[in-house]
């Protein structure tokens, strides 16, 4: 019976990391649509990278600092959604992967795949790395209303 609280206990826990790496990468979304440069970078490791695949196979790399300028310049009222979100977690480690939608003042623009790799820093969370891809076709009424 012990040994059964315990694990519970562990799995609670583990639980608890899941939600606030999904957290993090909520909190950059909101801070896209609030275009609050300032709040997306406090969601990465200095210097990290977000990798965009397109449609066409055509890779581009951008730095936390030039994407959260690029948002908080932008004039466009943005929104990104992520749904059926899974989360592993190692340790300092995290890996989240989840399908999303994009909107720009309303009208969907693309939907994809996000990938974060997160790190555990003495503030929280933090992510990495963002991957993700920019589909156009099939992207249907998305998932999240």
């Not at 690029?70 to 989240?96: C, N, P």
Request: proline letters at 1%; glycine letters at 12%.
């Amino acid at each position: 019976m012990r040994t059964l609280i315990v694990a519970l206990g562990v799995m609670g826990l583990w639980a608890g990391e899941r939600e606030d790496v999904a957290g993090v990468v909520q909190k950059t979304f909101d801070a896209m649509a609030g275009h609050d440069a300032a709040g997306i970078q406090a969601c990465f490791v200095a210097g990290a990278r977000l990798t965009a695949i397109r449609e066409t196979g055509e890779v581009t790399h951008q730095t936390v600092e030039q994407f959260a300028e690029r948002m908080g310049q932008m004039k466009a009222a943005v929104r990104e959604r992520m749904w059926d979100v899974e989360v592993k977690v190692k340790g300092k480690l995290a890996s989240l992967w989840a399908p999303y939608d994009f909107e720009r003042d309303g009208k969907r623009t693309h939907c994809g795949m996000d990938q974060a790799n997160l790190v555990k820093t003495e503030g929280g969370w933090k992510i990495v790395s963002l991957t993700f891809t920019m589909e156009t076709k099939g992207c249907g009424a998305g998932r999240v209303k």
